[in-house]
């Protein structure tokens, strides 16, 4: 027996704690004990090999029977979800394995699935690690064998030690686990930093415009403003901008190979100045360069910054400067020691969905930076940048790293050295911690993070594509369970006047993600952006990042044609549940494409209830009997739900609803309230920031309460008095269902927080 803090080989069986989760188990297969981390019951999984090589493959064990939610990339930059009972069912490039290990597992899920069986579930992760220069990741073979792929990168880097492959991590509480086994590989790497150590750039508290699909590579100085003056004349102001691909000095060698599309960068450019081309200078002209820094890019963040009372703008850069790289020998740039490098993809990549951007910058080679003076580009970029009033940078196409390790070491030496420059140069430039980590989903990356605190979660939004947009949601929750112990996920930008705009728009509300959409100037919802944003720009923005329901992280939302996908986060005094009918659409195995397998996807139903928000007890007071108020934002309903009682919810195909969660305060008397928030944004309970329950045994509530609009609670019994600012102000009582409204008016400060009183 190989026995790790709960984790055991006995009899040819992987056991956590107690239960069978692989059988077969291989002779060679490693077990030893984590210590001094966060998960008691954890331990790392390696293999005692004498084999060399750049790349290898060891089967561990047979998965069968047990139901598992994986994250794996489905292409180079992007990771979705894969559910599954069986070992042959786990694809290639599985960086994230949740298990599920009872005893009489409902293989099936239904309903009842997750109360008494669950209570009885023991959740395993897999998380496949770095050791050393080689980079692990898991996959299934057809003996539905789990099977550990280890690579460097680089054919000159062949050994390899083996003990410390896989962190697996158990226990009762799925999201528990998991953030406490990636706190455990955390002390065991030293590496990356754990999200909740990380500073948030403030970003994340303002409604935002990127340029993207408003203008793509075409964008101009003039459009940056155009842009944000439409949102001005709207009433719902951006307070921060992302100007996107576009601004940068690029071209294309002589003999290279274009890449042409619409909507899309010319991936075959190199960078050939640190700073912005004639577009982004004062009347600047094409072929003639302007040398007065205060008629480069400062004259436009100037502009809008004090026009347009711009908080935060960022620029887009690739993490090799641009697509293809820094242009070697260009003038001006020689000190970076430029040279060309040939992307190599890794098998694995290979044989999942082909991407276009790869192909290119294959074909075409990269200029790739010589590591050892990464930093200097960095820190001169950035410092330029921090100059003409610039505050963060989006850093893109950062696994393009992954394929040019040979002759640097291998991947993994290759993309530390450059996270390493690069969070060095925004420490140093953007105090803010202005980053967004982009096309980033790689371990490489994720297991050297120390700083970086914001990563999109999933592929682009894609307006033109129908096949994208539940695949969007269902993918950025999903990755969100693994990215979320990294960094907080960015949900993307999206258009707010769009046929799907309202479910993209919920879901943005939901996941605790910066809020910001690329819409053309003139082109928007108004209405639905008042949804999502207050008149200051500011949002509520939901503490946490979004994650599965427990009951939704073993079923296929997407493919099952019969699961909801339910995705809860939490405020200071509520919990919010965004419901999605994502079913019809999902990434296929064989065409390797997004794909619409059901063109009529039928109405599902589901349930909600209060402990569908996990941490709702945590945020409760020790009173709380478990009882609580469901706010549903579409229907405009308030529904009081016993302990434990569950409510049906049913959504025709691309339906969404919204509910805001509130335990029940019982004061004196045995009246009852629950603060609701504001009633017509999607995360209405985002906006109550304090509140005070019967003091000294009153009847009294007090609330700090921030926005404007139609304030909603629930009281069992109709408000004796109601006070803002100390102002008696006239409510509105139903008596049917307990909902106290008031209006408040828009302040006049950014971020005001009202003061209302209620005397019951």
Known sequence: MTVGAGISVADGNLMVLGKKVLSHVHDNVLVTPASGGALLNGAFLGVASHQKGSRRLFPIGKLEGLRFMCAFRFKMW??????????????????????????????????????????????????????????????????????????????????????HLVFIGAGSDPYEVITNAVKTVEKHLKTFSHRERKKMPDILNWFGWCTWD?????????????????????????????????????????NGTEWKADNAA???????????????????KEGQWVEDPAMGLRHITNEIK?????????????ITGYWGGVKPGVSGMEHYESKMAFPVSSPGVQSNQPDEALTTIAINGLGLVNPEKVFNFYDELHSYLASAGIDGVKVDVQNILETLGAGHGGRVKLARKYHQALEASISR???DNGIICCMSHNTDGLYSSKRSAVIRASDDFWPRDPASHTIHIASVAYNTIFLGEFMQPDWDMFHSLHPMAEYH?????????????????????????????????????????GRPTKDCLFSDPARDGKSLLKIWNMNDFSGVVGVFNCQGAGWCKVGKKNLIHDENPGTVTGIIRAKDVDYISRMADDKWTGDAIIFSHVGGEVIYLPKD???????KSREYEVFTVVPVKELTDGVKFAPIGLIKM???????????????????????????????????????????????????????????????????????????????
Not at 266 to 284: P, S, V, Y
Not at 645 to 651: F, N
């Open 429 to 431: 430039n953007f105090p």
């Open 645 to 651: 009682v569950s409510m049906p919810i049913t959504l």
């Open 266 to 284: 010319n991936f075959a450019n190199r960078l050939t100045n640190i700073k912005e081309n004639h577009k982004f200078q004062k009347d600047g």
């Open 78 to 163: 992007w990771m979705t979800q894969r559910m599954g009972t069986c070992g042959q069912e786990v694809p290639i490039e599985t960086q994230f394995l949740l298990i599920e290990a009872h005893n009489g597992s409902d293989i099936d899920g239904g309903i009842n699935n997750g109360e008494d069986q669950g209570s009885a579930a023991t959740y395993a992760v897999l998380l496949p690690l770095l050791e050393g220069d080689f980079r692990a990741v898991l996959q299934g073979n057809d003996q539905n064998e789990i099977e550990i792929c280890v690579e460097s990168g680089c054919p000159a880097v062949e050994e390899f030690d083996g003990t």
């Open 682 to 760: 999607f995360n209405s309970g985002g906006a109550v920031k304090e509140l005070s329950c019967g003091s000294n045994g009153s009847t009294n509530v007090t609330m700090r309460v921030r926005g404007c609009g139609q304030f909603g609670a629930y009281s069992s019994t109709r408000p004796k008095l109601v006070t803002i600012d100390s102002e008696e102000v006239k409510f509105r009582y139903e008596e049917e269902s307990g909902l106290v409204t008031i209006d408040l008016r828009v302040p006049q400060k950014e971020l005001y927080q009202w003061s209302i009183s209620i005397d019951l």
């Open 306 to 318: 004090q026009e347009h009372d711009i908080k935060h703008v960022y620029v887009w850069h690739a």
């Open 214 to 254: 408003a203008f793509y590579t075409n964008v101009t100085s003039e459009n940056v403003k155009e842009g944000l003056k439409s949102f001005e004349e709207g009433g719902i102001p951006a307070k921060f901008v992302i100007i996107d691909d576009g601004w940068q000095s690029v071209s294309m060698d002589p």
């Open 505 to 545: 728009a919920a879901a943005r509300a939901v996941g605790g993600c910066p809020i910001y959409v690329s819409d053309k100037p003139g082109h928007h919802d108004f209405n639905l952006l008042k949804k999502l944003a207050l008149p200051d720009g500011s949002i509520l923005r939901a503490k946490l990042p």
